[in-house]
C-alpha cells in the first residue's frame, strides 16, 4: 500500500511543492488549507492546481484551528507547513491570527494525532526563532530569544511539537527555515516584491541601507528537507534549513537585475521593528543527521525565481 501523507498550508509556497514533490515519489496526498485572505488566494489556488488533478491528491478546505479535525484521514507522515505568516503583520491586534493559525491549529493538529503510529510528525519552524541571534552561523544550542510576535508564534508551536514528542512518543521534529525562496514564493516576501515592482518599472521598498544579510534557502533545499526529516531525523530533532546562501540584500538586488535584465529602482525606508539584521545557518546538524547540504546557490535560485516572475506578470519594459 502506497505511504500516506497529511501537507497541511498545502497551497502555500512550500506545501505546494512539497505536495508536487511527494506525489512524483508515489506517495498518496491529502492536502489541508484553509485559505485565508492574507495574501491573494488566487495565487494559492494556482499553486495547488496541477496537483489536485492528481489522482492520488485530495484536497481538503478547513481551518485547522475551529474545524472538526476528526475530517482529518489516518496517514503516515504529517507535513505542518501551515501557518499565519509574516513578520511585520504580527504586531498589534492581528497578533490573534497568529495565535489562532500558529499555535491553537498546532495544539489541536497533534492530539489529532497524539495516538497515531506516525513515522513522523514533521514541523515547519523559522529561523524568526532566533530573532537577533547572539553568534553567526547559529546553531540549534543556542537559546531561541524571538524578535517578533511571528518569532513567538512560531516557536510556541515548536515548544508544543516537542512536548508531544516527549510525552507521547509522537515521532517528531521541527526544521527552522532560513528564509526560502523560488518560484510560487510568497508575494509579500522581498524577492517576489522585487521582481513585481522591477517587471513594472515600479520603486522598491528597501529597509535600512539594504546592507543587512540573510541566509537564503531555495526552494527544493526546503523541501528536501521535509522528505529527510521523515526518513531520517533523530528523536524530536531541531534542524537549521540553511546555509546555502548568505547575500546582502543589495547584493541580491544587482543578481535579480541580471536575471530580469532591468534596472531596479530603490526607494530605502526606515528599517521596521522585528526585522534582524543579519541571519546566517549553522547547518552542520542538517548534514550530520540528515545526510544533506543545501545545493541550489543564489545565482541560480534567482535566476528561477526570475523566470516564474516573468511568467506571472510579464516580461517588462
Known sequence: MATRALVTGAAGFIGSTLGERLLADGVQVTGVDCFTDYYDVSLKRANVAGASRH?????????????????????????????????????????????????????????????????????????SVYGDAERYPTDETLLPRPFSPYGVSKLAGEH??????????????????????????????????????????????????????????????????NVRAWKRSA?????????????????????LERALGVKAKLRFETRPPGDPLR?????????????????VGIEDGLAAEAAWAKALYGTGA
Request: charged share 25%; proline share 3%.
Open 235 to 255: 528523536p524530536q530533532g531541531v534542524y537549521n534549513i540553511g546555509g546555502g546562501s548568505q547575500v546582502e540584500v543589495v547584493e541580491a538586488i544587482a543578481i
Open 55 to 127: 489522482p492520488s491528491y485530495r484536497l481538503l478546505e478547513l481551518d485547522l484551528g475551529a474545524a472538526d479535525l476528526a475530517a482529518l484521514p489516518e496517514v503516515d507522515v504529517v507535513f505542518h507547513q501551515a501557518a499565519q505568516a509574516g513578520v511585520r503583520a504580527s504586531w498589534g491586534r492581528d497578533f490573534s491570527a497568529y495565535v489562532h493559525h500558529n499555535i491553537l491549529a498546532t495544539q489541536r493538529l497533534l492530539e489529532r494525532y497524539r495516538d497515531a503510529k506516525l513515522e513522523r510528525f514533521v514541523y515547519a519552524s523559522s529561523s
Open 160 to 225: 508544543l511539537v516537542l512536548l508531544y514528542g516527549r510525552n507521547f512518543g509522537l515521532n517528531v521534529s521541527a526544521l527552522r527555515y532560513f528564509t526560502v525562496y523560488g518560484p510560487r514564493q510568497r508575494p509579500d516576501m522581498a524577492f517576489h516584491k522585487f521582481c513585481k515592482a522591477m517587471l513594472r518599472g515600479e520603486d522598491i521598498p528597501v529597509y535600512g541601507d539594504g546592507r543587512q544579510s540573510r541566509d537564503f534557502t531555495y526552494i527544493d533545499d526546503a523541501v528536501e528537507a
Open 279 to 295: 541571519t546566517r545557518a549553522d547547518a552542520s546538524r542538517l548534514r550530520a543527521d540528515l545526510d544533506y547540504v543545501t545545493r
